[in-house]
């Protein structure tokens, strides 16, 4: 036995323009404070969304776009269109995408766009009662398939995997929910990731390249020696409250991996650690006390504490937290050589 499904349509739209509703906006009753709830989120929705679809088609046609005039434009936009029941304005990706497929390229086609939209409202809205949904989704389909660009996505794969982690979170989010969900998975996973990078910051061993006086990450640079009884330590970030422990810890593991290697290989004993301070912009109260226990900890080892470079900013901190006399002025250099000639004078190197 066969049966069929229903066409699903469009069906009845009320012809005409919204009818002026100020007078019926309420400025008071039990329901004001969770409407300014749902007003915030809705507008840092709508805003999120509009500035993500306008980089988006800014790229792709090469012009810029200023934040500030997008917010007043939406503010303004939903000002006035509170007044007339209007739904909440945003930046519309599927709209977008079909004027960027039928070749419209300045503002006047919103205008265009505008004035058809208030002539078909006003005099033939009943025309679309019986098309079909189908019809529409169709539309819509066509213009942003072209948008899908899988050579952009296989790069963000190849140089940071928790980019493309965001790019799967809002591509499937949008596909499967909404646009908004899909914008606050990405945002979501987006901010997880800076957070994970401001909680676990990089840090390098530094070796010397040879011939030179430059020390760089010997990870990076395989033919950059240690330097025997020094173990020189690079932080690339801030030292703050979040991470001010692990780059603690992550100095004194070294030390402990670096003690077991000279045990097993009977090389000589570590005796300066030296802390490359020249990318860290700042630090707070939080990451003083983690340098004061990472003294500590090496006054135990009997390794001297030795600071490079340290920003104007920093060391402004390290003397008003009097850091500066626990560890002595002779042990605060300009660069990572001079502190290697200073406390390693057999190792210092011949350039």
């Not at 208030?118 to 098309?131: A, D, H, S, V």
Request: glycine share 6%; proline share 4%; aromatic share 8%.
């Amino acid at each position: 036995m066969q049966t069929s499904r229903a066409l699903q349509l469009v069906k009845d739209i009320k012809q005409g323009i919204n009818p002026p509703s100020f007078h019926l906006i309420y400025w008071s009753g039990p329901y004001l404070a969770k409407g300014f709830r749902i007003g915030v989120v809705a507008g840092m929705v709508a805003l999120t969304e509009a500035i993500a679809i306008g980089r988006t088609f800014a790229a792709m046609k090469d012009y810029q776009i200023d934040g500030n005039k997008e917010m007043v434009a939406l503010g303004t936009m939903n000002i006035v269109g509170s007044m007339t029941s209007c739904y909440v304005a945003t930046g519309s990706f599927s709209r977008s995408a079909v004027n960027y497929m039928a070749g419209c390229k300045t503002a006047v086609s919103n205008v265009v766009m505008a004035i058809v939209v208030m002539l078909t409202l006003l005099l033939i809205t009943p025309l679309f009662k019986y098309t079909p949904n189908a019809i529409l989704a169709s539309i819509i389909i066509n213009a942003v398939v072209s948008l899908v660009d899988y050579e952009t996505a296989y790069l963000i794969w190849k140089v940071d995997k928790m980019d493309f982690v965001a790019l799967l979170g809002a591509f499937f989010g949008v596909v499967f929910a909404s646009v908004e969900y899909g914008l606050l998975i990405a945002v979501a996973i987006s901010l997880g990731k800076i957070l994970l990078q401001v909680t676990r910051p990089r840090t390098a061993l530094l070796g010397n390249l040879p011939r030179t006086t430059i020390y760089r990450n010997v990870e990076q640079y395989p033919e950059a020696t240690k330097v025997p009884g020094v173990m020189i330590v690079r932080v690339d970030s801030a030292i703050y409250f979040t991470n001010s422990n692990y780059v603690k810890e992550r100095i004194l593991r070294w030390l402990r991996d670096e003690e077991e290697q000279q045990q097993e290989q009977k090389l000589s004993k570590t005796e300066f650690l030296i802390v490359e301070l020249s990318p860290v912009t700042d630090i707070d109260t939080s990451g003083i006390h983690a340098l004061e226990e990472l003294l500590k900890a090496l006054e135990k080892r009997k390794i001297q504490l030795i600071l490079a470079n340290p920003g104007p900013a920093v060391i402004q901190k390290l003397r008003s937290a009097k850091f500066t006399d626990l560890i002595g002025d002779d042990k605060i250099f300009l660069s990572v050589s001079d502190a290697v000639k200073k406390f390693a004078p057999k190792s210092a190197l011949n350039v």
